[in-house]
Each structure stands twice: as structure tokens, then as C-alpha cells.
């Protein structure tokens, strides 16, 4: 969800669930930046996207909600869907350009293999499903969270 705050010319992004990986927030602190950059700039050239009528807005934040990677978007136009992860690897597409510019595109690129290998919720559930233990699932998210706090600090992220 995105919401300008005109007083302050600012924009509050809440993010989907907590990502429980360092890299995961990389990822859509990456997203998040390459976007408003390219948002801007288009402002700022007099272009405007296409505004989508809230009924399908709300639907589909229902759905993100709901079904996560694994959903179905209504298109903008609203005749049609397209999957959750389609869509976010066209937005990701359209915005390789501006993270190169501000030099997160190594950061955004890990939002590809999200969506191949699956968010860190997905994880939890199946590690949860696995083994029925929650200390187990603390256990595996602090391992997790540890080797992507060695990979990014050691640059081979």
C-alpha cells in the first residue's frame, strides 16, 4: 500500500508481511526506490499512468492479501488477469533502468529469485508443516537471516 502525504512531499510505502531476510529488504527497499525514481521522473515530463478504477485497486489488494505470490492481479484495464508474479517482474522490468541509475540494480535483482524459489512466509509455513515446531522456525529464520547477513556484508550478494 502507498500513500502520498502532500504536506510533506513524501510517500509511506507499508510494506507486504516483515521480510525476514536482509536480502529480501534490499530487495524492495531497491524496488521501492527505482520506482519513486521513475514515477518522478515521469511526473516531472507531464506523463501520467493509467488509473485504475479503486473497485479493481481494492480487489486486487485483496487478493495480494490473500493468495501472495501465488495470486491473480484484474489488469489495470480490468478485463483480464495476469498472475501476482508476472506482474511484479514486469514492474521490476520496467524499472531495471532507474535502480542501475541509483546503483541497487545487484539489490532488485534479487526480487527474481523471489518469485522463482518463493518469500520467506512461504518458507516459514513449509518449515512449520515440516516439523510442527515453532522454536524450529525461529531457529531456521535466525540461520537464514545470519548467511544473508554474511552475503551482503561480505559483497557476494
Known amino acids: ?64 492479501s490473500r493468495f501472495g505470490l501465488n495470486g491473480e492481479f484484474i489488469t489495470e484495464e480490468g478485463n483480464s488477469t495476469i498472475s501476482v508474479k508476472k506482474a511484479i517482474s514486469n514492474l521490476v522490468t520496467s524499472v531495471d533502468a532507474n535502480a542501475k541509475q541509483l546503483g541497487s540494480l545487484k539489490y532488485l ?6 518469485l522463482k524459489k518463493g518469500d520467506r512466509a512461504s518458507m516459514q509455513m513449509g518449515e512449520f508443516k515440516k516439523n510442527g515446531d515453532l522454536s524450529k522456525v525461529v531457529t531456521y529464520l535466525s540461520k537464514k537471516f545470519t548467511a544473508d547477513v554474511k552475503s551482503v556484508t561480505s559483497g557476494t550478494t
Not at 529488504?25 to 488509473?51: S, Y
Not at 535483482?109 to 523471489?114: G, K, P, Q, R, V
Open 1 to 64: 500500500d502507498i500513500r502520498p502525504h502532500n504536506n510533506f512531499g513524501t510517500i509511506e510505502v507499508r510494506v507486504c508481511d516483515s521480510p525476514s531476510s536482509l536480502k529480501e529488504v534490499l530487495a524492495i527497499a531497491a524496488l521501492i526506490q527505482a520506482l519513486v525514481n521513475k514515477l518522478g521522473n515521469e511526473f516531472d515530463n507531464g506523463t501520467t499512468g493509467i488509473n485504475s478504477h479503486p473497485s479493481v485497486v481494492r480487489e486486487n489488494k485483496w487478493r495480494a
Open 109 to 114: 535483482s534479487y526480487i527474481e529469485t523471489i
